[in-house]
């Protein structure tokens, strides 16, 4: 293929659908991930996968003193899950959306958070810094999910305003 040619490939490419599909695909993937996500808390098993990183955490830690390990992640799950649907009836309530995109980049931030209060988010055994543990890599996504949730939010409040 010529210079020319991909050039003119790119040119015919159809943006405003590709934007489109790409907004689509970003919202109801951050919703397929927060509500998956959020289901699992109600699970003996990632209660306990969270209750390190929430133990750890100076901003997390008190709700431990205040409710049990199950019943905090069925009440984080309870929040997911809201957050979920709120994001997905953007097309419908907008302004409903914004509640739902303000909770998922709460959520995020507080995840986020855990890679400076966790012990071993970095792994000792390769040198540590910039080297992530598997605890490292499950938590630094979430620097993606949250673009998608501030995005998410923009796009709500643009499709609120008259």
Do not use: C
Not at 17 to 46: D, H, M, P, Q
Not at 95 to 105: D, M
Request: glycine share 8%; aromatic share 10%.
């Amino acid at each position: 293929m010529t210079t020319l040619s991909r050039h003119t490939v790119v040119d015919r490419l159809p943006v405003s659908r590709l934007e489109s599909a790409g907004g689509a695909l970003a919202r109801y993937g951050l919703v397929v991930v927060i509500a998956w996500i959020g289901a699992l808390k109600f699970t003996e098993y990632e209660a306990n996968g969270i209750a390190p990183l929430v133990s750890e955490s100076p901003f997390m830690s008190w709700a431990y003193d205040i409710f049990s390990v199950t019943t905090f992640s069925a009440l984080l799950g309870v929040l997911e899950l809201t957050a979920a649907l709120l994001i997905a009836v953007k097309p419908w309530w907008p302004k409903l959306s914004i509640i739902g995109s303000v909770i998922a980049v709460g959520l995020f931030v507080a995840t986020l958070s855990f890679l400076v209060t966790t012990p071993g988010v970095f792994e000792a055994s390769a040198g540590g810094f910039p080297v992530l543990s598997s605890t490292g890599q499950f938590l630094v996504k979430d620097v993606a999910l949250l673009g998608i949730s501030v995005w998410t939010l923009a796009d709500a409040i643009r499709s609120s305003r008259p």
